[in-house]
């Protein structure tokens, strides 16, 4: 799988990407390590509780839903 670096403070723009549904990331030092899954469950399968692999979008919610600001992309 392909992954990429990008600092820990920056996190929160990566949640706005189109893909971000599919996205999850490991903490190492001061940078997050973002891998890009080829499907929700893939990603569900790998970011378990306890896990150090955490999803960028923890759970997906439709546009109309309430959701919390600080765990859901806004669309």
Not at 49 to 72: F, Y
Request: glycine share 4%; with cysteine; net charge positive.
């Amino acid at each position: 799988m392909p992954y990429r670096f990008v600092p820990l403070g920056r996190l929160s723009e990566v949640a706005m990407e189109p893909n971000a549904e599919l996205l999850a990331y490991t903490v190492q030092g001061w940078d997050a390590r973002i891998v890009a899954y080829k499907s929700r469950k893939a990603l569900e399968a790998f970011c378990k509780d306890g896990s150090l692999h955490n999803a960028v979008i923890k759970e997906p919610r439709h546009p109309n839903m309430i959701s919390n600001r600080n765990t859901q992309r806004p669309k």
